[in-house]
């Protein structure tokens, strides 16, 4: 039975607001175009801490190139706590090495898992060290992730580090939607692949498979 985890996410923000205190959220980001509407969403909840993690993305450049709208994005987003970005260290050799084995899954298996619980493993790690009140990820608001998956690895490591995993399916109530609008406003660079060499070579493929259609 699938959980509904954006209501999970309303009752404990309703929870947050009765409470009349102000939690510090340490959030995973994927990149700007996903972080702009989460945030939207969460500044007024929240003091957040936004961990740019994301050792998967290849080449460097892409990786650095979000990262510049990621803070320029936070620079410019209206809110009214606090907002600071933290960039993780780029090891996209540990990421590849950790893919060994699964370099020819499609995209959303068993590969796309283990990127999962690396991403959010060093997110609650962070969380920990910080003392944060909560830690939670960006990447639900995409239509192409299982949130179920996500917020259950969440779930898990949250026991592990001892901090709060805020739960969420930011795609609901037309976030997905809304981050797109955002990212015009914005004028967000927004990247047509996940971000590794794997969806990559997918959408390389894709691409190539629509030119040779419409050769006929």
């Known amino acids: 039975m699938k959980i509904n985890y954006q209501l ?3 009752r404990e923000l309703a ?4 409470s009349g205190r102000r939690p510090r959220l340490l959030l995973h980001s994927c990149c700007a175009p996903c972080s702009s509407y989460v945030l939207e969403c969460l500044n007024r909840a929240f003091d957040i801490d936004i961990f740019y993690y994301n050792p998967n993305i290849s080449p460097r450049e892409e ?3 979000r990262v510049a709208e990621l803070q320029r994005l936070v620079a410019r987003l209206p809110h009214e706590n606090d907002m600071r970005v933290i960039v993780g260290d780029y090891d996209n050799d540990a990421f590849m090495a950790m893919c060994r084995g699964h370099e020819d899954e499609p995209e959303g298996g068993a590969r796309c898992e ?3 619980r690396m991403r959010l493993g060093e997110a609650a790690k962070l969380a920990a060290r910080l003392g944060s009140d909560y830690f939670t990820t960006t990447l639900t608001i995409s ?3 299982d949130a179920q998956l996500l917020n259950a690895i969440g779930l898990e490591l949250a026991g592990r580090a001892g901090v ?4 969420s399916d930011f795609k609901k109530k037309n976030g997905y939607k809304r981050s797109c609008e955002l990212s015009a406003e914005y004028g ?3 990247q047509d692949y996940c ?3 794997f969806s990559k070579r997918e959408r390389d493929a894709r691409a190539e498979r629509t030119i040779a259609s419409s050769k006929g």
């Not at 929870?15 to 009765?18: M, Q, T, Y």
């Not at 709060?164 to 739960?167: I, N, R, S, Y």
Request: net charge positive; glycine share 4%.
């Open 8 to 10: 999970e996410m309303e």
């Open 15 to 18: 929870r947050i607001a009765e």
């Open 63 to 65: 990786f650095d190139r």
């Open 114 to 116: 283990r990127c999962f």
């Open 143 to 145: 239509p192409l992730k």
């Open 164 to 167: 709060p995993w805020l739960c």
């Open 188 to 190: 967000l660079y927004r």
């Open 195 to 197: 971000g590794c060499v």
